[in-house]
């Protein structure tokens, strides 16, 4: 009995986020009600309180649930172990991993990272990533005199590239797969932007 109800949750669940989705792509973030979701999902608003306080709750637990799944294969990254996939042209699995996670919430994260989305969320992934990347960074090369240009600014740029590619794959209609996009991200990781271009084989 309780898995019947355990499904019937999960399924209002998601005629709610569906419908939250189509509404803020329509209205943006400010501009969605209760009343909306509930009308659209076909649903009463006594279940919608079943679940969620309001709406700043309702996506304050979906931001939660995204960013942390994303954030806890992030933190595995290995720039070492990505270089060393990117010699033998192959995709670091790290990075698979993470383009496979953002698929599954692509539906959201297109529209929390959209024109009528969220931009406190968009700097929040871009801060967490610039955090990873100086983590790692200092661990790997704690010098600051080995470094060709200041690590802060190195930093920016790595983490608004990488934002930048998520952001092109979600808007592009991730025509590329996980794997595909974990292979390109692993040699432009090790390569570098100019030489991938493949400017020096010319």
Do not use: C
Not at 141 to 147: C, G, I, S
Not at 178 to 195: D, K, R, S
């Amino acid at each position: 009995m309780s898995d019947k109800i355990d499904r019937r949750q999960a399924r209002t669940k998601l005629l709610l986020y569906k419908a939250l989705m189509e509404l803020i792509e329509e209205k943006g973030t400010d501009g969605v009600t209760v009343t909306d979701i509930t009308t659209r999902a076909d649903i009463n608003r006594g279940t919608f309180y079943l679940h969620y306080r309001d709406v700043p709750d309702m996506m304050d637990q979906i931001k939660e649930d995204v960013f942390g799944k994303i954030q806890s294969i992030m933190v595995t990254l290995d720039f070492r172990e990505a270089m060393k996939y990117a010699t033998h042209t192959e995709p670091y699995p790290t990075s698979v991993l993470i383009f496979e996670e953002l698929a599954r919430h692509a539906d959201f994260l297109k529209v929390i990272l959209g024109p009528n989305g969220d931009l406190s969320y968009a700097i929040r992934f871009r801060n967490f990533m610039a955090s990873q990347i100086f983590n790692k960074l200092n661990f790997l090369q704690p010098e600051e005199t080995n470094f060709l240009i200041p690590r802060d600014y190195l930093i920016a740029y790595i983490s608004s590239a990488h934002f930048g590619l998520v952001l092109h794959w979600l808007e592009s209609g991730m025509t590329q797969t996980p794997y595909q996009m974990g292979l390109m991200i692993t040699q432009i990781v090790n390569h570098g932007p100019i030489a991938s271009t493949g400017i020096r084989n010319n």
